[in-house]
Every structure is written in structure tokens, then in C-alpha cells.
């Protein structure tokens, strides 16, 4: 089923149905602990979302994707985080995470990102170019979910650290 979709930059008018959207999708899933929707808050209240994309059918918020930055422990800068990334139930599987990932992925290279990491399904991911590398690490994580997409440079090493909002559990 192809739905005819839109993507925006994130509004103010659009945060209750972003963490509303985000909470539905991750509901799910058991490899959750669903506080998603509440990264997503503390990112925007300390001024790190910084890149905020809507999926949108006929003005209602159907997903949404957060971009925001990493910090390298050997110190390469302009790296951002991919996630949480988001699509309603009823709406996955239709190419709208895809488009979120390939928009959000065009507007880093609009601002000179140095590349993006995410931590998630290893299948998925490999389809935007993303490799899994022995250079980096997140604590917590097997290697096998840690994913690095080099825009430009060389790839950093040692341990990525997303945003302390990550924490945040509501």
C-alpha cells in the first residue's frame, strides 16, 4: 500500500504528537525500554535535537526522527546520532522511515556533518550505507548494533557517547 506523505521540519505545534507518535511505535517492542518520546523531550530542552523531521498525511503527524550530536572520546568533532526514529504502527513498512533516515541523512551533509552513528537492527540500517566497525564502541551495546556512516574524514575510534538526554526516562 503506498501512502502519499510529507516531510517538515518539527513545530512547536507538533511535540505532544511527536511524543505520541514515538511512544506507539516503540510500544512493541521488548528490546524497548520505552522512554523514547522522553530522549526526544530532553533533547529539545537542552538545545541538542538538532535535527527534528515529521512525517505527515493530511497534516496529522504520522513519524518522526531525531538527529543529534555525539561526542568521540579521540575528540572528532561534527558527529551526530541517528534516533529514536519513529513511524505509527499502521504506517510501517510503507517507506516512511526510510524517507525520515534519507532526509535527515541529506540535511547532515547540508550542515558539513563529519558522518552519523546509530545503534539499532543490523539488517536495516546496512541499506543507508551505515557499516559496523571495530573502531568504535557504546557501552552496553554489542558491536553487531553500533552502526557508522562516514560522510567525510576518517573514521573515529574508541568509544562514541550520545547526549545525556538519552538518560532520560521521563
Known amino acids: 500500500m503506498d501512502i ?4 517538515r521540519n518539527e513545530k512547536p505545534d507538533d511535540i505532544v504528537s511527536i511524543s505520541d507518535v514515538t511512544e506507539k511505535a516503540f510500544k512493541a517492542l521488548e528490546i524497548s525500554e520505552h ?10 530542552d537542552a538545545g541538542a535535537l538538532t535535527i527534528s523531521l515529521v512525517a505527515q ?7 518522526h526522527i531525531a ?14 546520532g541517528l534516533g529514536p526514529v519513529s513511524v505509527l504502527p499502521d504506517h510501517q513498512r ?12 541529506s540535511r547532515l ?22 557499516k559496523n566497525t571495530n573502531d568504535l564502541v557504546y557501552k552496553g551495546v554489542p558491536q553487531e548494533f553500533l552502526f557508522i556512516l562516514v560522510f567525510e ?3 573515529p575510534r574508541g568509544k562514541v557517547i550520545f547526549h545525556d538526554a538519552f538518560k532520560a526516562t521521563g
Not at 538527529?67 to 551526530?80: A, E, H, L, R
Not at 510503507?94 to 541523512?105: C, D, P
Open 109 to 130: 551533509h547540508d550542515i558539513n556533518a563529519k558522518g552519523c552513528c546509530v545503534i539499532g537492527h543490523p539488517e536495516y540500517y546496512k541499506k543507508f550505507g551505515f
Open 35 to 44: 522512554t523514547e518520546q522522553f530522549v526526544i523531550n530532553a533533547l529539545r
Open 67 to 80: 538527529f543529534s550530536p555525539v561526542t568521540m572520546s579521540d575528540g572528532t568533532t561534527d558527529w551526530y
Open 153 to 155: 574524514g576518517s573514521t
Open 57 to 63: 498525511v493530511n497534516g496529522v503527524v504520522i513519524g
Open 4 to 7: 502519499k506523505f510529507t516531510i
Open 94 to 105: 510503507q517507506g516512511v522511515g526510510k524517507a525520515l533516515i534519507e532526509e535527515g541523512l
